[in-house]
């Protein structure tokens, strides 16, 4: 008998959980990280042309060293810590990272190319903890570009659908080169029917520059962000990927360095992966006064930023400061949506929490419930 998929469900409930604790915990303070993306290792086994996050040479970060990463990034309060490189499939001692990142009450998170993934690599990756996994798929049969494809990659998809006890999204790209756009709609639907979340990502060239995009392949990115069917991803695209996908500028307030950090392959905390050398701090040195500092610093980069995951970061502080308007924009921007339209769920939470007389209490109470300190 097969025990994945009851496993599977019992795992979602317990990482629920912990997800509304990391966010219980961000609503509490703004100088708290509520993301960070970890680097073992910047060897790539892959050449993508329009990544200039890789090489194909470097040795992996000691163990020891990224552990003591790990655990520098607990001490200042940080709720996700993501892996990524390179490949971080080719660090030996990844299993053990994913480890340290849970005992450390944290959600752990990996981003690969799944070149490496087998069954028996999905296993380990299920005893160590690992809370997310996402790929991102470029094309539908490789080319010069790129061989992220979903032809060389969907037999692992298969596998991940079957045996992987964590959650698993699958991200469609545009732009960067990427020959035909179509194929990020083909890609997006393949991960919608294998039961994973479907997102979808504007690529930056291999500069990190954002490239406008043409009117079809605008709308595949929002065709995708509609399969998502997420509030939060599509809250996502509306606030910030139309604006990008139109060559028009955002207007926001970056949180990066402060709500969100990346912490290279020698141990210095940038901005993100597009603004290596902003500020360039080492971990170690890394204090609340930086954080609070980050906070305040306006990017001038902000307007054109592609870096979905500082986004996503930025909605966690529009959600805390102003819950009421943020939540009614969210749903209003649903298609065929409307402030009205709020699922029950979401407006009982909204009123024990936000709007209730003793909205001060209940929140007292969930605070003791999810143990935060």
């Known amino acids: 008998m097969n025990l994945t998929r009851p496993y599977r469900r019992v795992r979602g409930l317990e990482r629920?959980?912990?997800?509304?604790?990391?966010?219980?915990?961000?609503?509490?303070?703004?100088?708290?990280?509520?993301?960070?993306?970890?680097?073992?290792?910047?060897?790539?086994?892959?050449?993508?042309?329009?990544?200039?996050?890789?090489?194909?040479?470097?040795?992996?970060?000691?163990?020891?060293?990224?552990?003591?990463?790990?655990?520098?990034?607990?001490g200042l309060g940080t709720g996700i810590v993501t892996l990524s490189g390179g490949e971080p499939l080719l660090h030996p001692d990844l299993d053990r990272i994913i480890r340290r990142i849970r005992e450390q009450?944290?959600?752990?998170?990996?981003?690969?190319?799944?070149?490496?993934?087998?069954?028996?690599?999905?296993?380990?990756?299920?005893?160590?903890?690992?809370?997310?996994?996402?790929?991102?798929?470029?094309?539908?049969?490789?080319?010069?570009?790129?061989?992220?494809?979903?032809?060389?990659?969907?037999k692992?998809?298969?596998?991940?659908?079957?045996?992987?006890?964590?959650?698993?999204?699958?991200?469609?790209?545009v732009g960067g080169g990427i020959r035909d756009p179509e194929d990020a709609l083909t890609v997006a639907r393949r991960g919608r029917e294998l039961g994973f979340s479907a997102t979808v990502g504007i690529i930056h060239d291999h500069s990190g520059q954002l490239l406008p995009l043409e009117p079809r392949q605008r709308q595949i990115v929002e065709q995708i962000a509609g399969i998502g069917k997420s509030v939060f991803d599509y809250a996502n695209y509306s606030r910030f990927q139309r604006n990008l996908a139109e060559g028009k500028p955002?207007?926001?307030?970056?949180?990066?360095?402060?709500?969100?950090?990346?912490?290279?392959?020698?141990?210095?905390?940038?901005?993100?992966?597009?603004?290596?050398?902003?500020?360039?701090?080492?971990?170690?040195?890394?204090?609340?006064?930086?954080?609070?500092?980050?906070?305040?610093?306006?990017?001038?980069?902000?307007?054109?930023?592609?870096?979905?995951?500082?986004?996503?970061?930025?909605?966690?502080?529009?959600?805390?400061?102003?819950?009421?308007?943020?939540?009614a924009e969210w749903f209003a921007l649903m298609p065929g949506g409307g402030a009205g339209n709020m699922p029950m769920s979401v407006r009982a939470l909204t009123w024990v929490f936000v709007t209730s007389p003793h909205h001060q209490i209940f929140r007292r109470a969930a605070t003791r419930a999810l143990g935060i300190r």
């Open 16 to 74: 629920r959980v912990r997800q509304a604790r990391m966010l219980a915990k961000a609503f509490r303070s703004p100088y708290s990280p509520v993301a960070a993306h970890l680097i073992p290792i910047r060897r790539c086994n892959l050449s993508c042309t329009y990544c200039n996050e890789y090489d194909d040479h470097s040795k992996p970060v000691s163990t020891e060293t990224v552990l003591r990463r790990v655990d520098l990034l607990a």
């Open 156 to 173: 692992k998809l298969q596998w991940l659908a079957s045996d992987a006890t964590f959650d698993v999204a699958l991200n469609a790209v």
């Open 250 to 327: 955002n207007e926001w307030h970056c949180r990066a360095g402060a709500r969100y950090l990346y912490v290279c392959e020698d141990g210095l905390v940038h901005w993100c992966s597009q603004q290596r050398g902003h500020p360039g701090i080492p971990l170690e040195a890394y204090t609340r006064d930086d954080l609070e500092r980050q906070y305040r610093v306006s990017k001038s980069c902000a307007p054109f930023c592609t870096v979905g995951c500082v986004h996503r970061v930025a909605q966690v502080d529009e959600l805390r400061h102003d819950p009421m308007t943020t939540l």
């Open 105 to 154: 009450r944290m959600i752990a998170t990996l981003i690969t190319n799944a070149y490496l993934l087998s069954r028996e690599r999905i296993h380990r990756l299920n005893d160590a903890g690992l809370d997310h996994l996402q790929i991102s798929i470029d094309n539908v049969v490789p080319d010069e570009v790129s061989k992220k494809s979903l032809k060389l990659l969907d």
